[in-house]
């Protein structure tokens, strides 16, 4: 009889902690300035169609619009793509929550303790939360793993380190294995650690290029974090997607990168973040690196953009009740240190989808796309700041926030 009761309370359980999928609507986001992420030009008076998650159709205010579709009066306001961050590390439910709520749809991760971005990306994709989209990295690929060797027993082995060809195929396929997208590696040492010296490189060009051949067997890409010049340029001559950071590259470098094809991830907002006191960082060492920091990686910036690489948004935080960081604030830079609005805008949208490889499905609204939209109180094209405070955030579809009407009937 004991067993028999302990049974039905564990059923009873189980079934109270089943995960239900959120119900699919379709819309009719009416009333919009639409800004279509492809276009230097707000495009007035439009109608967003939205069924079964995705862009059906764009129209024009006026035309009559069935019973199908919930209508959400924009106001006026102004509609862009959900925003792209392609380098965060964000880990847990609550921190997407607050990527999402910033205006985020789609997340590149770059590195997590223990494969929880591949769990976040299937509850997205199977529609159990709203979002953001993730494309997931797995484990970080380091010299050393520290207490990620408990992300999998196969890691077990690199306990001692993970320097040579077979340990590092080893954790490259037990990435793969677990469902990453992209594979994360170290070029240079940290810019947010007092200890260690960004600059210093750490993996040579033999050690990366064996990460990103092993890869490339499974068609992944690989992203290298490398604020220093030597580290960057071994990763990019070892085939790397893009370099993250990149704050002391040299001119021969960004020359290789574009004629290569590798991405710029500037993390901007980070080096900004290392001269504030709370938020992700902080102490006397950091804040003066930080202020050191920021003028060079401008330069660096300034001289990317204006050889055309292609350069993609990422805040590089986990999205704490802590974080300062926010891709918005980074766009934000982006246009302070010499691009256009519509530049830094495409930056976290069209570039950062073609870098995620999610070209074909987000960063647009034009018909086929995932309807992630996100509805701003200005023209972004005029006033980059306005991306700072969506009041309305659509995810696959999902309406996540909805702020207006700010009056009451």
């Known amino acids: 009889m004991k067993k028999l009761l302990f049974i039905s309370i564990f059923v009873l359980l189980s079934a109270n902690l089943t995960f239900a999928q959120l119900p699919q609507k379709n819309y009719a986001l009416t009333n919009v300035n639409l800004f279509n992420g492809v276009d230097n030009k707000i495009s007035s008076n439009s109608i967003i169609y939205v069924k079964s998650g995705k862009i059906e159709r764009i129209g024009k205010q006026g035309e009559t619009i069935t019973k199908d579709y919930e209508i959400v009066d924009c106001q006026g306001n102004y509609a862009i793509p959900g925003m792209i961050d392609v380098h965060t590390h964000i880990d847990n439910l609550q921190s997407a929550k607050r990527a999402l709520l910033s205006g985020v749809t789609t997340i590149r991760t770059a590195g997590v303790s223990a494969y929880q971005d591949v769990a976040l990306r299937d509850l997205s994709k199977s529609g159990y939360i709203m979002g953001p989209d993730v494309v997931p990295a797995g484990v970080f690929v380091s010299p050393n793993l520290d207490e990620t060797v408990l992300a999998d027993p196969r890691l077990g082995k690199l306990i001692t380190g993970v320097n040579t060809d077979d340990e590092l195929k080893l954790i490259v396929n037990v990435n793969i294995d677990r469902g990453a997208e992209f594979i994360k590696t170290r070029g240079t040492e940290r810019a947010g650690l007092p200890e260690t010296d960004p600059r210093q490189q750490s993996y040579t060009q033999h050690q990366l290029k064996v990460i990103v051949d092993e890869a490339a067997k499974r068609n992944v890409p690989v992203m290298v974090h490398a604020h220093g010049d030597e580290g960057a340029r071994a990763a990019v001559l070892a085939g790397a997607r893009s370099i993250e950071h990149g704050s002391f590259l040299s001119d021969e470098t960004l020359q290789l990168m574009k ?16 001269t504030k006191p709370g938020g992700d960082y902080s102490g006397a060492v950091l804040e003066l690196r930080g202020k050191f920091m920021m003028p060079v990686a401008e330069r660096v910036f300034k001289k990317a953009h204006s050889l055309g690489v292609k350069i993609a948004t990422g805040a ?15 766009a934000e830079h982006f ?10 805008i495409q930056a976290t949208t069209i570039v950062s989808a073609e870098l995620a490889g999610l070209s074909a499905k987000t960063g647009k609204i034009i018909p086929g796309y995932d309807a992630d939209i996100i509805i701003l109180p200005g023209n972004p094209l005029e006033d980059i700041r306005v991306l700072q405070d ?3 955030i659509m995810s696959n579809g999902y309406l996540a926030l909805k702020r207006l ?4 009937e």
């Not at 590089?316 to 980074?330: A, F, I, Q």
């Not at 691009?339 to 830094?344: D, G, L, Q, V």
Request: proline share 4%; hydrophobic share 35%; aromatic share 10%.
């Open 405 to 408: 009407p700010f009056g009451k």
């Open 335 to 344: 246009s302070k240190m010499g691009m256009t609005n519509f530049e830094a």
């Open 390 to 392: 969506a009041l309305i």
């Open 259 to 274: 004629q290569k094809g590798v991405f710029l991830v500037p993390t901007y907002i980070t080096l900004e973040d290392l």
């Open 316 to 330: 590089d935080n986990d999205y704490s009740s802590n974080s300062t960081s926010r891709v918005s604030l980074e």
